[in-house]
């Protein structure tokens, strides 16, 4: 994904389908599938969980930060 995606944002507004400024599971779960990365649902679920820190049901900007904050 780090080659797909030169910025943060870039990549925050991929998974945000719907243009809402926050990405909830099943925006998350049909990105995850797209790239074709091998998860499992419940894989899916608990990624998204991880980074919904707030427990919302949607990832906001700030929380998709742990993402790139995370490969430090």
Do not use: P, W
């Not at 870039?10 to 998860?39: A, H, Q």
């Not at 930060?65 to 490969?71: G, V």
């Amino acid at each position: 994904m780090k080659n797909k995606f030169k910025k943060i944002g870039d990549m925050f507004r991929f998974f945000d389908r719907n243009f809402t400024n926050s990405v909830n599971f099943n925006e998350f779960r049909y990105v995850v599938e797209e790239l074709d990365l091998r998860f499992s649902t419940q894989e899916i679920r608990e990624l998204f969980n991880f980074i919904d820190k707030n427990s919302e049901g949607t990832i906001s900007y700030d929380e998709f930060l742990i993402i790139h904050e995370d490969r430090r």
